[in-house]
């Protein structure tokens, strides 16, 4: 199934209450979504250094897959141990609903090691023209195996970019800084706002439909 949709969601949790955090995800969640229909796969990421520190990524179907009945059933009527979960994070949660606009990528691309993402406000409505220019252009980045654009579903004028890299030391290494420095990257980038960028390490097992797939981070 070819994916075009993707749900992102940013969660944080005391540092006392991460063991059980992440074996929920391990053993419940991830299995309990990536089993919907309209779910592709689930990939989980972490960055010490921002708040909240934890990142699920889940490309879908397309971008209705938000407003599925499965995963609504999953948001309204959590499991004995979601709920519990649930409590631990509270308020501190972001979920985003993407569509995307484009996506390159370099050769094979295994399951990445760390993702480099950059959202922002852009002066100007995004095509998928620009993503692919974007894309191809990412190809000189040491390590970058994929790059992909989303424009956010509910606030339109929002976009997200992700750099798909091997390991944290690619995706946080000189490169990157160079990439965005470049003049046409400049252009691309003049006028934008609220502008954040992170690199999120790869942890725990990625799930896609229909396989398991060891990514290159901890077993977190």
């Not at 100007?124 to 040491?142: I, N, V, W």
Request: net charge neutral; with cysteine; charged share 25%.
């Amino acid at each position: 199934m070819q994916a075009t949709g993707l749900i992102a969601v940013w969660l944080h949790v005391p540092p006392h209450r991460e063991e059980e955090f992440h074996a929920w995800y391990e053993l419940e969640h991830i299995p309990q979504v990536v089993g919907l229909e309209g779910f592709v796969s689930g990939r989980r990421y972490y960055c010490d250094q921002v708040f909240p520190k934890f990142l699920a990524l889940y490309e879908t179907r397309d971008e209705s897959v938000e407003e599925s009945p499965g995963f609504q059933h999953v948001v309204t009527h959590p499991t004995p141990w979601s709920g519990r979960i649930w409590t631990f994070f509270g308020k501190d949660r972001i979920r985003q609903n993407l569509v995307r606009l484009a996506s390159v990528s370099h050769g094979r691309h295994p399951d990445p090691g760390a993702v480099l993402l950059r959202a922002f406000r852009a002066p100007r409505d995004l095509t998928a023209a620009d993503g692919l220019e974007q894309g191809r252009a990412s190809a000189d980045m040491p390590g970058c195996t994929r790059y992909r654009l989303f424009r956010q579903v509910r606030d339109p004028g929002h976009y997200l970019e992700i750099f798909d890299f091997a390991t944290p030391t690619h995706a946080a290494g000189p490169a990157p800084a160079a990439f965005f420095e470049q003049p046409a990257r400049r252009r691309f980038d003049d006028g934008a706002g609220d502008v954040v960028r992170h690199v999120y390490a790869a942890t725990g097992t990625p799930l896609v439909k229909d396989e398991t797939v060891r990514g290159a981070g901890s077993p977190g």
